[in-house]
């Protein structure tokens, strides 16, 4: 379970940049936050992340299950990460970016070379293993970045706006492939998107964020 | 973790960094300020006065080395600036194939190869001598000519490279295009927009560059000694020659000497702003006129030609110290020598290519390793990013080499650094280190900090993102890094000399040293290495990483330095 406790990020010269968010989401879940641009749904999946840049400041708290994860660093949140340019990197083959993931206690050379075929395999993309992510097709670059996340077995995923790029026929079927891989992994999904179809096919809960500026402030507290 | 901790632990990296980083700046200028009012403990002075004023304005060929050396850094810097802009603006955002070999080829080489073309029995006389029938070399002086007519050529030569590829390098962002397209639906011409729109635009941009160049013009002592006149020199050398002179007394007045090129360097500097500021002034007054120019295009098409013809003498001028290194006879007015490879087999060339090769990689990647950290440190937000670190790194490019060197000598000698290896490669870092910087920090800066974030969020602590993400990345950048670096180290005369204690021997010193001897065939060898090793370096920082990521085609697009 994902909680969030009445978040939000102060940058080093601000005050919070948007209103506190309360939200849980439980295991098999997709959660939905919205908002208009700028408002700043990234950085609230910074804040989740642990991506913020040095010198901001987190308000409330972001829990799993029981546990605080404001104290530990990105590397050990276990959070996957998600964005609309899937961000393969561009030195390593498909499955050396799948492979980056793969938890060290999966031993062997072979071991570890089946894990990523195996998931390469899920994606549709038996037989990329070699292959330069230049070369894939948007749809294609979304899925082997799903599983790259998959992969590194996180105890919750964050979704900023994966399938904006894509067109609308791929929109829908990457979508049903990312949130059925989510659900079948058991743990909780949070998605930023400005797009309502987006919000609706997830089915999870919805909330709206909001500029800081619009409540006074101690709202809710 | 709160702000105050946070603000605490980056002000004392702040403060350590930039320590490490300038200790030895601030200490080499506090002792040639100290030697100036004639504190030398060392030598028994410890009085402080302002005698060495006195010796200073006194000493023969002191005023008229001053005024050389302004007249030469300043026209030198002036023409280099309208050369390199008129070729910019011919070229259309398209770099020409010879600026790569220009701007690798350290000043002592070109230097010797320009000396070789234009001197009176030089490569462009013969070429006279063919077509008017002559037998003898004209009784004309060309190289160390007393107005530094020569030193001002290979200043020029050597600089509008440079600043042609700090004017592509800024060109990205402006909408050259559309400035263009909008001018000349106006009525402008071509030539019109280039100088009233485009240029100060790109002229502001370029600012610090060209400070570099007047700086560097108004202080350089290798190609001075090459191609500058020697009675009297420029000031930078006439300062050399007092401190490492067999007279004591010359250190106090050499100490002032040093201090007033700094502050002419810092008066020429404002001056040069105010001189922007009155140019700026009349520029609106002609652009409000609104004159569409159409006569302009003859005076950049001039210049650029002019820009052409520096060029095509500095690679020319490589040609010929080619030729020199294989020479046997080369009897007036032949365009050719007889061939022979003695040059090669008599002079000893080997041990100062390996000791310049040696001081390159060590100093290289002490830069490396140093340019590293100071930009992991900023990523950890131990370090604000901004201009203030880049102008801190500048400072050992800014100020006078000749200021800062005979401080950090004196710095070193209780030490017994002085006059080995180590301390060598100590006084390259400190002038290797800012180029190397300067060429990592941009792209470093502009990796996407969200795929630094996805890996973190794979599991990939600081130093795997480093290892296994950062640096690969950043090949491209490392390797032009890298090259820079050998080649600014091969080119390092004044610090060799003055660290090294005259016992370390390397292309430059000893191509300068040959310079002025009889033996053209010996002194080219060194220069053709010295010219080649830089090159070597760019090569293959080009092709390294091409080559390993020649099956990731994002990896080719940014790869040339």
Same mark, same amino acid.
């Given at each position: 379970?994902?909680?969030?406790?009445?978040?939000?990020v102060?940058?080093?010269d601000?005050?919070?940049?948007?209103a506190?968010?309360?939200?849980?989401?439980q295991p098999g879940q997709?959660?939905?936050v919205?908002?208009p641009?700028?408002?700043?749904?990234?950085?609230?999946?910074d804040?989740?992340g642990?991506?913020?840049?040095?010198?901001?400041?987190?308000?409330?708290d972001?829990?799993?299950?029981?546990?605080?994860?404001?104290?530990?660093?990105?590397?050990?949140?276990?959070?996957?990460?998600?964005?609309?340019d899937?961000?393969?990197?561009?030195?390593?083959?498909v499955?050396?970016?799948?492979?980056f993931?793969?938890?060290?206690?999966?031993k062997?050379?072979?071991a570890?070379?089946?894990a990523?075929e195996?998931?390469?395999?899920?994606?549709?993309?038996?037989?990329?293993h070699d292959?330069d992510?230049?070369t894939?097709?948007?749809g294609?670059?979304?899925?082997a970045a799903?599983?790259?996340?998959?992969l590194?077995e996180?105890?919750?995923?964050?979704?900023d706006?994966p399938?904006?790029?894509?067109?609308?026929?791929?929109?829908?079927?990457?979508?049903?492939?990312?949130f059925?891989h989510?659900?079948?992994?058991?743990?909780?999904?949070?998605?930023?998107t400005?797009?309502?179809?987006?919000?609706?096919a997830a089915?999870g809960?919805?909330?709206?964020?909001?500029?800081a500026?619009?409540?006074p402030?101690?709202?809710?507290? | 973790?709160?702000?105050p901790v946070?603000?605490?632990?980056q002000?004392?990296?702040?403060?350590g960094? !930039?320590?490490? #980083?300038?200790l030895p700046i =601030?200490?080499?200028?506090?002792?040639?300020?100290?030697?100036a009012f004639?504190?030398?403990?060392?030598?028994?002075?410890k009085?402080v006065?302002?005698q060495?004023?006195?010796?200073l304005l006194?000493?023969?060929?002191?005023w +008229?080395a001053?005024?050389?050396?302004v007249?030469?850094?300043?026209?030198?810097?002036?023409?280099?600036?309208?050369?390199?802009?008129?070729?910019?603006a011919? #070229?259309?955002?398209?770099?020409? =194939?010879?600026?790569?070999?220009?701007l690798?080829?350290?000043?002592?080489?070109?230097?010797?190869?320009?000396?070789?073309?234009?001197?009176?029995?030089? =490569?462009?006389?013969?070429?006279?001598g063919q077509?008017?029938?002559w037998?003898?070399p004209p009784a004309?002086?060309?190289?160390g $000519?007393?107005?530094?007519l020569? #030193?001002?050529?290979?200043?020029v030569v050597?600089?509008v490279?440079?600043?042609?590829l700090?004017?592509?390098?800024?060109r990205?962002?402006?909408?050259?295009g559309?400035?263009m397209?909008a001018?000349?639906?106006?009525?402008?011409?071509?030539a019109?927009v280039?100088?009233k729109?485009?240029? +100060?635009?790109?002229?502001?941009?370029?600012r610090?560059?060209?400070? %570099?160049v007047l700086?560097?013009?108004l202080s350089? !002592?290798?190609l001075?000694?090459?191609?500058?006149p020697? !009675?009297?020199?420029?000031?930078?050398?006439?300062l050399m020659?007092w401190f490492?002179?067999?007279?004591?007394?010359? %250190?106090?007045?050499?100490?002032m000497?040093?201090v007033?090129?700094m @502050?002419?360097?810092?008066?020429?500097?404002?001056?040069?702003i105010?001189?922007?500021r009155?140019? /700026?002034?009349?520029?609106?007054?002609?652009?409000r006129?609104?004159?569409?120019g159409?006569s302009l295009?003859?005076?950049?098409?001039?210049?650029?030609?002019?820009a052409?013809?520096? #060029?095509?003498?500095? %690679?020319?001028a490589l040609g010929?110290?080619a030729?020199?290194?294989?020479?046997?006879?080369?009897?007036?007015?032949?365009?050719? +020598?007889?061939?022979?490879?003695?040059a =090669?087999?008599?002079? &000893?060339?080997a $041990?100062p290519?390996?000791?310049?090769?040696?001081?390159?990689?060590a100093s290289?990647?002490?830069?490396?390793?140093?340019a590293?950290? @100071?930009l992991?440190?900023e990523d950890?937000?131990?370090?604000?990013?901004?201009?203030w670190?880049?102008?801190?790194?500048l400072? +050992?490019?800014?100020?006078?080499?000749?200021?800062?060197?005979p401080?950090i000598?004196?710095?070193?000698?209780?030490?017994?650094?002085?006059?080995?290896f180590?301390?060598t490669?100590?006084?390259?870092? %400190?002038?290797v280190?800012?180029?190397?910087?300067?060429?990592?920090? &941009?792209?470093?800066?502009?990796?996407d900090?969200?795929m630094?974030?996805?890996a973190?969020?794979?599991?990939?602590?600081?130093?795997?993102?480093?290892?296994?993400?950062?640096?690969?990345?950043?090949?491209?950048?490392?390797?032009?890094?890298a090259?820079?670096g050998?080649?600014?180290?091969?080119?390092?005369?004044l610090?060799?000399?003055?660290?090294?204690?005259?016992?370390?021997?390397t292309l430059?010193?000893? /191509?300068?040293?040959?310079a002025?001897?009889? $033996?053209?065939?010996?002194?080219?060898?060194?220069g053709?290495?010295?010219?080649?090793?830089?090159l070597a370096?760019?090569t293959?920082?080009?092709?390294?990483?091409?080559h390993?990521?020649?099956?990731r085609?994002?990896m080719?697009? $940014?790869a040339?330095?």
């Amino acid at each position: 379970m994902l909680h969030l406790d009445r978040l939000s990020v102060s940058l080093p010269d601000t005050g919070p940049i948007f209103a506190p968010v309360s939200l849980v989401v439980q295991p098999g879940q997709v959660a939905t936050v919205m908002g208009p641009s700028g408002v700043g749904k990234s950085t609230l999946l910074d804040a989740i992340g642990g991506h913020l840049a040095p010198g901001c400041r987190v308000h409330g708290d972001v829990r799993l299950g029981e546990r605080s994860l404001l104290s530990l660093p990105a590397e050990r949140r276990r959070i996957g990460l998600l964005f609309q340019d899937a961000l393969l990197f561009p030195h390593l083959s498909v499955g050396d970016n799948l492979a980056f993931g793969l938890p060290a206690r999966v031993k062997g050379r072979a071991a570890r070379r089946t894990a990523v075929e195996v998931a390469l395999a899920q994606a549709g993309l038996a037989g990329f293993h070699d292959r330069d992510p230049a070369t894939l097709s948007g749809g294609q670059k979304v899925r082997a970045a799903l599983m790259r996340t998959l992969l590194a077995e996180p105890r919750a995923v964050l979704l900023d706006e994966p399938f904006a790029r894509l067109d609308a026929g791929l929109r829908a079927d990457i979508r049903a492939f990312t949130f059925d891989h989510a659900r079948q992994m058991g743990i909780p999904v949070l998605l930023v998107t400005h797009d309502a179809e987006d919000a609706q096919a997830a089915a999870g809960p919805v909330v709206e964020l909001l500029a800081a500026e619009q409540f006074p402030s101690g709202f809710r507290r | 973790m709160g702000a105050p901790v946070y603000k605490v632990r980056q002000s004392a990296a702040r403060i350590g960094i !930039v320590g490490m #980083l300038t200790l030895p700046i =601030w200490a080499g200028l506090v002792q040639t300020l100290a030697a100036a009012f004639g504190w030398i403990p060392e030598m028994g002075m410890k009085t402080v006065t302002i005698q060495a004023i006195w010796l200073l304005l006194e000493a023969p060929g002191f005023w +008229p080395a001053l005024r050389l050396t302004v007249v030469t850094a300043v026209v030198a810097t002036l023409v280099s600036l309208l050369l390199a802009f008129a070729l910019f603006a011919r #070229l259309g955002g398209h770099r020409p =194939w010879f600026v790569t070999p220009l701007l690798a080829t350290p000043h002592a080489a070109l230097g010797l190869g320009l000396a070789f073309l234009i001197a009176p029995a030089g =490569w462009l006389m013969r070429a006279f001598g063919q077509l008017l029938g002559w037998t003898s070399p004209p009784a004309i002086v060309t190289v160390g $000519d007393p107005f530094g007519l020569a #030193l001002m050529l290979g200043l020029v030569v050597k600089e509008v490279p440079f600043l042609l590829l700090m004017m592509l390098a800024v060109r990205l962002p402006l909408p050259v295009g559309q400035q263009m397209a909008a001018g000349r639906s106006l009525g402008h011409s071509a030539a019109s927009v280039w100088i009233k729109v485009i240029f +100060p635009q790109i002229y502001l941009l370029i600012r610090l560059p060209l400070f %570099i160049v007047l700086a560097f013009s108004l202080s350089v !002592v290798d190609l001075a000694l090459i191609l500058g006149p020697g !009675v009297p020199p420029p000031l930078a050398v006439l300062l050399m020659r007092w401190f490492l002179g067999p007279d004591p007394a010359m %250190i106090a007045p050499a100490s002032m000497g040093a201090v007033l090129l700094m @502050v002419l360097a810092a008066g020429l500097v404002m001056l040069w702003i105010m001189g922007e500021r009155l140019l /700026a002034h009349l520029g609106r007054g002609w652009l409000r006129r609104g004159g569409r120019g159409r006569s302009l295009h003859a005076l950049i098409a001039g210049f650029a030609a002019v820009a052409r013809l520096a #060029l095509v003498l500095g %690679i020319a001028a490589l040609g010929v110290l080619a030729l020199w290194s294989v020479s046997l006879r080369w009897p007036f007015p032949h365009l050719l +020598p007889d061939f022979s490879v003695m040059a =090669w087999q008599a002079a &000893d060339w080997a $041990d100062p290519f390996v000791t310049t090769l040696a001081l390159g990689l060590a100093s290289t990647a002490a830069a490396l390793v140093l340019a590293i950290l @100071v930009l992991e440190a900023e990523d950890a937000g131990l370090l604000p990013r901004g201009r203030w670190l880049t102008a801190v790194i500048l400072i +050992p490019v800014l100020v006078p080499q000749i200021a800062l060197l005979p401080g950090i000598y004196r710095l070193a000698l209780p030490f017994g650094m002085t006059g080995g290896f180590g301390a060598t490669v100590w006084a390259h870092v %400190i002038f290797v280190f800012p180029y190397v910087f300067l060429a990592l920090a &941009d792209p470093w800066r502009r990796l996407d900090p969200r795929m630094i974030h996805v890996a973190a969020a794979l599991g990939a602590g600081r130093a795997r993102r480093l290892w296994r993400l950062k640096l690969p990345l950043l090949l491209g950048p490392l390797a032009a890094g890298a090259a820079l670096g050998l080649a600014v180290s091969a080119g390092q005369y004044l610090s060799t000399l003055f660290l090294g204690a005259g016992r370390v021997q390397t292309l430059a010193t000893e /191509a300068v040293a040959l310079a002025s001897g009889a $033996d053209r065939r010996a002194a080219a060898a060194h220069g053709v290495v010295l010219a080649l090793l830089p090159l070597a370096a760019y090569t293959v920082a080009i092709w390294l990483p091409r080559h390993v990521f020649r099956h990731r085609r994002d990896m080719l697009t $940014d790869a040339a330095p």
